[in-house]
Nanobody, 124 residues
Framework: QVQLIESGGGLVQTGGSLRLSCAAS????????MGWFRQAPGKEREFVAT????????YYADSAKGRFTISRDNTKNTVYLQMNSLKPEDTAVYYC?????????????????WGQGTHVTVSS
């Protein structure tokens, strides 16, 4: 059974930084893509970033480009989301997700596994 456990959320001021972590377990993830999504209060879940488990390919939502960096540590089965220059509009619950196959997908319905989410609040 695949488990994804996020951590690293919290309260930060505008312009600050946070690093989210997603610890994955339950199977070999060499042929998986990993991603981050977020859902703000009253809004639909939206794609943030994705990375292939093997290989350097990454893809970002326009809102994340230049501020967020997705990375992974295969030795720890962990994926990270470094978030810099945070804005109040980044406030959301951030979810880690995994999908079989290495292709990028921005639609949440195409992802197979989800974590429980971690809260990020950016104060103005």
């Amino acid at each position: 059974q695949v488990q994804l456990i996020e951590s690293g959320g919290g309260l930060v001021q505008t312009g600050g930084s946070l690093r989210l972590s997603c610890a994955a377990s339950g199977r070999t993830f060499s042929n998986y893509a990993m991603g981050w999504f977020r859902q703000a209060p009253g809004k639909e879940r939206e794609f943030v970033a994705t990375i292939r488990w093997s290989g350097p390919s990454t893809y970002y939502a326009d809102s994340a480009k230049g501020r967020f960096t997705i990375s992974r540590d295969n030795t720890k089965n962990t994926v990270y989301l470094q978030m810099n220059s945070l804005k109040p509009e980044d406030t959301a619950v951030y979810y880690c997700a995994a999908k079989t196959g290495s292709s990028a997908a921005t639609t949440g319905a195409l992802w197979d596994y989800w974590g429980q989410g971690t809260h990020v609040t950016v104060s103005s």
